[in-house]
């Protein structure tokens, strides 16, 4: 319990004056239900990060993951600038941990890289089970497709402008990195949108382990492109009535630290909804997206020399969509029903003077669901259900026409749970549900041919095509306290369980090889600890404990039988200090713990990476405040006890890094 000592005694000082007017309010959440509900009227467990606390945050990656490593039960490595999020959300792969915009699903490893937080209005991260209202994501990259089994992060943007407003922010930091965003927010009537552009460029640093297989031999540099809009028409003024629209399109483009080892991505973001008011109770909404990822790289001969060997790439593009209905009914009950579909295709290709295709595959998913929240008294019941049907069919793969083409899968799932109120500030609730995930086709065939394993150069995922679906189930159980309108105490505990989990393990350092296998029946289980703490107005506290106890059981292989999942470390814990301080002073100190990691299932060749600590302070003076005029300086230290932690495939983190800019509104 040391993180409660912590939390009191930050409170010692400033307690004297017993100013306890900072009295945290009970947000309103859309994740739970699609509609907006208090956090307490919903079975769920679900924290808000509202773009306030979202600012103060320092990350080192420029990656959306590095935001919610704070929150309870969230690991994540990202490898570096260039590279995804790796990690794990409950004690599994992050992959059982979607990520959605305002309720479409997007790439838990991609969008994170790509979306500009200055349009982000809060996020909201609802731990548990979530695979009734919301679909698995036809992710073909990366980890492959994704469920909602441990839980789902739900991106919001920002909708309503009170006025118009501009926004101007140029900063420059570490490796020559050197940046700018602007934005200008407005409204017209009942139409409010808002546009912007960012760009960032850097020399950046190596990020390899020594005698690593990137082998840079000069600082891998990268320019990285944004370009976003949206717009929201409230028709008639009307927030239950209204059309949005919203695109977002990242360019990412450098090298890997050697002349011929560059690459260029481009991704694509869109989103459009349309909610419609059928009557006071009654609420359809409709939603559409699209989500295009681009990406191609170099390989060149290293060691023997520099000269370009080949090009490679891959070419994802994903539709989704969504239709509900959800009726508010008998003393604030809903009932949700709807359908949902998706369709992707999938490429890969290598261009060694002629390109050839690799893998080349479709596929498309639909689900039915209803879900009922009963409101009786002090407690909340809920109970829903999904049918998930996916099909994929492939032209190509691993290079040759496979003998069987199309494969389809239908599911059943289900969801219940349930919150009941003893006293107005003590509730406990639980939540169980079950989930569904069919292997991807980059899972399945990898980007390299099965002839490439263990040959120099060849470095990337080998195919597996005997993969097995996995199915699981979730559940948590928790108790939310607040003993005082500026105190809240939180415990959870959470087991989920995956029979055929497909996991990700590495086959070789040198080269660079990966490969998915279905690792067995694997179990996670663990606890929560977390508080949070307002002891004057100027200052919040917060700090949390996760344990995490994971096994492998395969009586087929005595070598993984037994063994941790990779990517989960058994402790970790966050303590962080966000304070208002005279003379215009922001200061927010966060701390994140993280115990050690294993990178493969197997307890003979696996690799096992010490844990660590990063300490990260954010500090803003305001200059200048006049009528709708601001001007402030403000300066961000990343890993400031320069802890150069190693990762898997032999990654490194560069230590400290520091930011310093100015951001003017007006």
Known sequence: MWFLFLILGLGVWPAASRLWGAEMVEPVVVTASKLPRTAGNVTQKVDVLESQNLSVIVTGHRNIADYLIYQPGVFSNVLSRNDANWGSVGGLSQKYNTYMLEGLPIDVFVEPQALEMLVVDRIEVQRGPAAVLYPNYLGMDFAGNQSPLTGTTNIFLKERFP??????????????????????????????????????????????????????????????????????????????????????????????????????????????????????????????????????????????????????????????????????????????????????????YTNPGVRSVTNDADAVQYGLYAQEELVWGRTVFRLGGRYAYTKHDVDLLGGSTPEDDSISWDKWLWSAGVRHHFLDNLAAYANVGSSFVAPSIHSVGGTLRASDRGVPGKDGRLPNPDLDPESGIGADLGVDWKPLQNVTFGVRGFYNKVNDQIVQVVVSQKPSQAQDINAGDTTSMGFELEAQYRPVPWMRCFANYTYTDTEIDNDKDPDMDGAEVPFVPRNMGNIGVDMNLPYDFKVSVYLHLAGKIYDSTSKQNRNRFSGYEVLNAYVEKTLLEKDTTNLSFYAQFYNITDNQYEMPWQFQDPGFAFTGGFKLTF
């Open 163 to 348: 006025k118009p407003q501009t926004i101007f922010d140029a900063y420059y930091g570490s490796y020559a990195t050197f940046g700018g965003r602007v934005l200008h927010q407005q409204p017209i009537g009942d139409v409010h949108f808002f546009l912007g552009a960012s760009v960032e460029d850097s020399d950046y640093t190596n990020y390899g382990t020594k005698d690593s297989w990137l082998n840079m031999i000069d600082d891998p540099e990268y320019r990285k492109t944004k370009f976003y809009g949206g717009t929201t028409w409230f028709i008639d003024g009307n927030d239950r009535h209204k059309v949005s629209f919203f695109v977002n399109r990242t360019n990412h483009q450098g090298d890997a630290g050697r002349p011929n080892r560059g690459f260029d991505h481009d991704y694509w973001t869109i989103h459009s909804a349309y909610q419609l008011p059928l009557s006071e109770t009654l609420t359809a909404a409709a939603k559409i997206g699209y989500r295009n990822y681009d990406r191609s790289w170099q390989e060149d001969n290293y060691p023997a020399d520099l000269t370009l060997r080949e090009k490679g790439g891959v070419r994802q593009e994903i539709v989704p969509a969504d239709l509900s209905v959800a009726y508010e009914h008998w003393g604030g009950s809903l009932l949700t029903v709807g359908a949902d579909f998706q369709s992707a295709s999938y490429k890969t």
